[in-house]
């Protein structure tokens, strides 16, 4: 039984994924049907070198033709090269991932514990001052714009208090290594990771409150204290686990968004992420570069759901099956 | 308060629309009857609204910031904006008399963009919601009153548009179209869809449960009456609360876009003075007369929309009520 | 001295909508090894009353009066000594098993977690006085392993009565524990607890709004409305010679099986239960009695006793002579 759940997850990724395949490829070309006039505009090209440019970028031929060169070139891990840049993408995609999972994901763990932390707390006596300054916040963090507190806080911490860098991984020109590296680039992680931790905050407080408010009218929990429990010990060991599970899903689903990353919060603080090269590309434009762009996120998406639902058949036994 | 409209009797009586009095029995009309029930809960709804303090504040900040935006041209000439008729001002000048919230790096008012900036904001938001609340609402209703294969083919189409990471398609979208208002609200409307669409379905599966509906089928009930009279006015309060909880994201949506300079280069939203703050470096100039408003005017009324939302969630969802509200 | 003994109880919910009375002034004394039933409608009041003996009510529940257990003030006792009471004195078992048990939780767990709380049995130790326990009530040992879901209603409902019986408590409370079975399982299920009271000399406080079960298993009863005993004494007797009207009728609702005068005579009651908020004047019962007399609408009767151990409330029993 178990087996066949996680098949039929699987091969609903699977798909996905080639729906994501087809429809990356034909987003260029049907919202455009002359990507290289698009491309191109504004700059003065022959004739003739907008057609060597099309063969260069195999647009020659029917768009079928394009497709199975496309899957083809894809599944061999050759994105295409970039046009601002003229390396390959997928060598700038690859540059990039690290700084971005380095800030995102440490921001992702640090928001999901705290949030989930304030979550309980909130929720299982409710009405509580807790309760309701958690709230307040959440609701606040959830209304302003994610740059924006990067903002404010570059405004304050680096500006004014002249205490952090105002950007980018490490201290330009660095030649520190191994650890005084790591330090330093520790440093310059500090304000983005602030600000995203406090963006990401408010979300899983306010699903993890909500989620214990409905676990705590159970009536499991009324046999667990008719036991002779500790209201603390119900809380943590009947309570949480059942009230985790919808958190547990939004978590694994958040870390797929990792890759799509903070796009604007790393443009404030010039962190040389996906989501830069992402800015960087749109300015370009880069068609080659967000193609391949929107590729991977997609892909690391997809991948996430995946476990996110396979995790939840672990973690409740009445989802898998008889 | 939310008691379903339809428990009436299916049939009108040819008599005509209302009675003086409504629960007279020799002039009974159901229609009448019906209108007094309605206004009476609406009545009981308005109530239940105003107590709750938050929500009143914020239902009166967003009628605050819309006065703002629809009296622009009257309290800040757009002449504001322009570059050219700014060029005797101060560049960067903090606030003062002549410009309450400085000037920019072009030696535009702070002040002008400010307000300007709240008509597009607030346009898009509502717009782009408005057209995401149109295609989510007829695919829900749709696809959970048909069911089976529409259902079927329906779901799978929205669940493909679920998987692709919301940003970056709106992104994407963006950078292959034109750069204009119109094509903005279009990008957000097709990435904010589908969560739309999963909703109301899944109302609309709850409320195809009920008993009265097979009743009405059995009475001989076409689909479109049954639609028009049972779906809609049980899957519209939720649609409704819906959509002040849309808004905020369309909003911060449109911000985002217009702040990594996606947004229509003719006009100014607050999305795009945060552009340029940040182009600028407003920030390292410790200018804070120009990226602080923006974000301030952003807060609140997105935040405004969430409090209003969740208000109308609660009073309209009986489910969510709590005991002792 | 006796096990349980409940003394002019009175217990009230508070909301912010108003308080409500749920038990007004029950005396109640169960001797080690009797067994008694609690009959009544919903919103009665017994289900609050097994919860009081337990001190399991909401925190704002105002209760009044004293609940001895094993001579000991229920009230009065510090956290510590009522945890460590709960469960060894006196255990529960619910209705509705599927929601009683923790859905994520394999239901050996559960009962090992009650041996652990309030032994030194090692955890293997637990696991195997979990086992024996099981095959007391009929279930494999085995089935220790499955999840609540897993398990039919029957089977669940028997792991609630092991759960009850894992630290040999001396008083047993049934709240409606057949309630939500098929007829042939609330035999079997019966017949269990009555085993089970038998071999082990336990009490039995049998709540449920069946007056018929209650005469197979119970010596005595007491029959409650609207948050009063309005009859009490030996089970066969009040069933077949009810004194009060509430209770004829209440008799009369459940036809015994095999006894063809009450198959044929089947009768269910006017109006409904009273709202316990909004009771009427003197004799609760009287807007739906067939016997009321005008006094019955001011005048509240207090329990009359009757010879044999007996005793109702109401006017038309004789006062007893001084």
Redesign the interface.
Known sequence: MRLRFVIGKIAGALG?LA??LV?NFF??RV??DDPIG?LFRGRNLTPDQIEAKRQQFDLDGSQFEQFIAYLGQTIKGNLGDSILSGRPVSTEIGEAIWPTVFLVGTAAVLSMLIGVFLGIHAGWR?RGRLDASATSFS??T????D??IG??L??VFS??LDLLP?GGFETAGSTRTGLAALADQFVHMLLPCLTLTLAYIGEYMIVMRSSIIDTVK???L?????????EAEVRN??AV??AL?PVVSLGALNF??IL?GA??VE??FSWPGLGQA??E???G?DFPM?QG??LV??AS??VA?LLADLLYGL????VVG? | MSAPVSDGPMQEPSDPEGSRDPVDPLHFSPRAFARARRRASLRDFWRAFRSDRLAMAGLITLLGFVVLALIAPWISPESGLSVTASGGNPRWASPSWDFPLGTDHQSRSGAAQFVWGSRVSIFVGLAATVITIAIGSSVGIVAGFFGRWTDAVLMRIT??FL???????A???A???DRSLRNIILVIAITSWPATARLVRAQVLTVKQRLYVDRARALGAGRAHVIRRHILPNVAPLILANVTLAV?ISI?TE??LS????GDPTRTSW?KV?EQ??TEGA??R?A?WY?LPS?IG??LV??SF??VGRALEEILDPRLR?DGR | MSLLELRDLHITYRSPRGDVPAVRGVDLTIEPGETVGLAGESGCGKSTIAGAI?R?LPRETSVEGTVLLDGQDVYAMNPGTL??????DA??V?Q?AL???????RVGRQID??IL??TDLSPKAATIRTGELLERVGIPAARARA?P??LSGGQRQRVLIA?ALACEPKLLIADEPTTALDVMVQAQVLELLAELQRDRGLALLFITHDLSVLTSTCERLAVMYAGQIVEQGPSHEVFAHPEHPYTTALARAFPTIGDPASRLNPSGLPGDPPNPADLPGGCAFHPRCERAIESCATDTVVLRPIRGGRAAACVHVPEPSR
């Open positions: 996905t729906f994501v429809f987003l260029f919202v455009t698009r409710r609701m606040f959830y209304s302003v714009p740059f924006w903002m404010l570059l405004a500006i004014q105002t159970e009536d499991y009324q046999l667990a204290r008719a036991k002779g429990m500790r060991r009947h686990p059942n599970l797929g968004y799509s796009i604007a443009a404030i992402t800015q590309a749109i300015r434009p967000l762009l929107f996120t997609s998406l997809i759901n973690l409740d036994p009445r008889r | 669940d493909w998987v692709i990471p919301f940003l970056p398609l992104i994407v979208l950078a292959v179209l905020p911060l911000t985002t702040f990594l300079g996606l999305g945060l703050a940040q920030v390292l410790n804070w990226y974000g952003i807060v997105v935040l969430t409090l709590e | 337990l399991l945890r460590a009471a709960r469960w060894t255990a529960i619910f509705g929601h009683s048990l923790n859905p994520v939780q977690e009650a709380l309030h999840y879901h897993q759960l």
